[in-house]
């Protein structure tokens, strides 16, 4: 009898949960369709994709802290946590579109602000740098994309239009419209250009400050030797003459 009964609530129970998501995180779909090339509906999303299962049990967890009940929000993160792998603490502030892409390890700690549209990939971690109280972990502004294994930590702040590169680690504060790579985060803007419209998810095309430094600094040695060069060739005449 038991398994009866079981077989008729599972299915009730899925178009339960399949409506209130549906509902209640129309932006976080959206963000997933658009940004997912794998994407292909709306259902496969809401059921299979690890980022949208651990969002709602962060709007849970997040719901119970703000009505003061002590325990379950942690409960709520923890388990979805065990359940998805991504770990997003009640007290993280999140904006509308937020997608986290695979998702694996990704963890967002307490007091991280996240604006709208953001997109994590697997591995990211919005953490702090000890045990400093108060506002600890970073805000992210709108239309970021922080790439696979990055590590944004401390109170900083990362500007709108921004994408991070993979596996880099930002310690310190990052402008609007600009490039972040490496390990400290080093800032490369895109000549002063705005970053395309929409998210950019291109991480093939990366900038590298360093190698950019020292092709500037090669152009200046090539031209230097080259005027060494003509100043020498004419001394040469002068004295020929």
């Given amino acids: 009898m038991w398994f009866f009964k079981l077989m008729i609530c599972v299915p009730v129970l899925a178009v339960i949960?399949?409506?209130?998501?549906?509902?209640?995180m129309k932006s976080e779909i959206n963000?997933?369709?658009?940004?997912?090339?794998?994407?292909t509906s709306q259902i496969e999303i809401i059921f299979t994709y690890a980022g949208v299962q651990a969002l709602v049990f962060y709007k849970?967890?997040?719901?119970l802290q703000e009505m003061s009940i002590?325990?379950?929000?942690?409960?709520?993160s923890q388990l979805g946590k065990w359940l998805t792998g991504i770990e997003i603490h009640p007290g993280a502030t999140i904006g509308e579109g937020f997608f986290v892409d695979?998702?694996?390890?990704?963890?967002?700690?307490?007091?991280?602000?996240?604006?709208?549209?953001?997109?994590?990939?697997?591995g990211v971690t919005l953490g702090g740098t000890g045990k400093e109280q108060g506002k600890r972990h970073p805000t992210i502004g709108d239309n970021v994309v922080v790439g696979a294994g990055a590590k944004v930590l401390g109170n900083i702040k990362v500007g709108n239009d921004v994408l991070v590169g993979a596996n880099?680690?930002?310690i310190r504060d990052v402008p609007n419209d600009s490039t972040v790579v490496g390990i400290p985060g080093r800032v490369a803007k895109r000549?002063?250009?705005r970053l395309p419209a929409g998210i950019n998810l291109d991480h093939t095309a990366l900038p590298d400050p360093i190698q950019q430094a020292l092709e500037r600094l090669q152009h200046e040695i090539d031209?230097?030797?080259?005027?060494?060069?003509?100043?020498?060739?004419?001394?040469?005449d002068d004295k020929d003459i």
């Fill in 17 to 24: 949960y399949y409506a209130l998501v549906r509902k209640f």
């Fill in 31 to 39: 963000a997933a369709m658009e940004r997912d090339p794998a994407a």
């Fill in 60 to 63: 849970l967890a997040k719901a």
């Fill in 70 to 76: 002590p325990f379950l929000p942690r409960f709520f």
């Fill in 102 to 122: 695979h998702g694996m390890g990704v963890v967002i700690g307490e007091t991280a602000i996240i604006g709208k549209n953001v997109t994590l990939f697997q």
């Fill in 168 to 170: 880099a680690v930002v």
């Fill in 191 to 193: 000549k002063g250009k």
């Fill in 223 to 236: 031209h230097i030797e080259d005027e060494m060069d003509e100043y020498h060739h004419h001394n040469k």
